[in-house]
């Protein structure tokens, strides 16, 4: 069977970790979908068109190393919010999702748009306080000058804007399991999606 595992949820919900958990105990390539918009949005900020950014993107722009800034992070929802960028990286997502030895992508259009058939979903959550607490050690951590308000603020901007806009809004797929992460740790999170996993499909952890 070929796997396909759906994670969304908003911002620092957890859902990169928790992807790139389920990618190792199941053997399953991930795609961190966020950093596509980064991408776009990064090359937006020295002038490029949006639909330019999304159309002419190459493995390289993923790995720029400036991608996790605030700034960054905005220009990504505002493009992301651009129904022709979201139509022009749809086919690289839809392929990396269907790559034989399965997959785990993340976002905030997996379940729903991109991967509408995949076997297993999860919207990934937290309170917007402790969202923006783990946000702000992070970027405290790799040197940014933030405050804890500044960082609440723009998480909430951008949630707004990532559920309000009419093009592949976030929200949980009908089907997906909604895990609420304030009052859980990690190993706790990565443990129950394990067995979930498991449950749903047959597929056993292989690490
Ligand atoms: O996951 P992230 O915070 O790195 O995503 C950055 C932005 O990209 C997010 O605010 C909205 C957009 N995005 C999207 O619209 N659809 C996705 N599948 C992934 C991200």
């Known amino acids: 069977m070929r796997l ?6 908003p911002a620092a919900a957890g859902k990169g970790t928790l992807s790139r958990a389920l990618a190792a105990a199941f053997g399953l390539a991930h795609l961190d979908t966020g950093l ?3 991408a776009a949005g990064r090359r937006t900020l020295d002038g490029t068109p949006a639909l330019e950014a999304a159309q002419t993107m190459t493995a390289t722009d993923l790995e720029a190393d400036d991608l996790r800034t ?3 992070a905005r220009a990504a929802s505002q493009v992301a919010a651009i129904p022709e960028v979201r139509a022009a990286l749809v086919d690289f997502q839809r392929a990396f999702a269907r790559r034989s030895g399965g997959s785990v992508l993340d976002g905030r259009d997996i379940g729903t748009v991109i991967c509408p058939d995949a076997e297993v979903k999860f919207f990934v959550t937290a309170s917007d306080d402790v969202r923006a607490e783990r946000r702000f050690r992070e970027l405290l951590g790799t ?3 933030v405050t804890f308000e500044s960082v609440l603020a ?6 707004a804007r990532d559920s309000a806009r009419a093009a592949a809004p976030m929200k949980p797929a ?3 399991v909604v895990l609420d992460t304030s009052e859980m740790d990690i190993d706790a999170a990565v443990a129950a999606a394990i067995s979930l996993v498991t449950d749903r499909t047959g597929c056993q952890p292989v690490t």
């Open 4 to 9: 396909t595992i759906a994670i969304d949820g």
């Open 36 to 38: 596509i918009y980064r």
């Open 70 to 72: 605030p700034d960054v």
């Open 143 to 145: 040197g940014h000058d």
């Open 154 to 159: 723009d998480l909430k901007e951008r949630d």
């Open 174 to 176: 009908v089907d997906a």
